[in-house]
């Protein structure tokens, strides 16, 4: 098994990372070549412009494996998440290297990332046929949030989930 590092994206990734992306993306079934969606997907500079983009590297082959887009509450691609809350989108794992454990590794970065900002939260939408997203999720601790739940377009079902984050001890 490869290691997996995640580092910020660099202007030299985007296009790997949008193409990751979209691939990514039809091959689990939720877009379609054409779909409106491709273009956000793609327009990997502006999702850069409006969170942390983060990118998981194999640390031996150099090349990119996942991507997600690590937001905070009032800011452009934020949906969900409000005062003290995170939220991560896009998250997008090539499909070569899936079962590999790249989408943990992407999760565990924005939770730890969260966790530096002192958020108490960190929440997120999931596809409601993301079985294997939901599976990943509720192992490390996300809950459903029904009440939150949103259907953006017919036939797109979000599920609200959230996951609280340990107070951490700061010290000067």
Known sequence: MSSITVREAHP???????????AAYRADGQLSPGHPYEKTLSDV????????LLVAEDSFTGALVGT???????????ELSGPGEAE??????????????VGE?????????AADL????????????????????????F????????????????FALRVGLPARDVRE
């Open 118 to 141: 002192s958020c108490r939260a960190v929440v997120i939408y999931t596809r409601d046929r993301a079985e294997a997203a939901q599976r990943l999720y509720t192992r490390l601790g």
């Open 68 to 78: 997600v887009l690590f937001v905070l509450p009032g800011t452009r691609y934020a």
């Open 12 to 22: 030299q990734d985007f296009e790997a990372v949008a193409r990751l992306t979209v």
């Open 88 to 101: 991560f989108r896009m998250l997008a794992v090539d499909p070569a290297a899936q079962g590999r454990g």
């Open 105 to 113: 590794t992407l999760v565990r970065a924005c939770l730890d990332r």
């Open 143 to 158: 809950e459903r949030m029904p009440e939150r739940d949103w259907t953006p377009l017919p036939g797109v079902h979000l």
């Open 45 to 52: 500079p502006a999702r850069a412009a409006g969170g942390e």
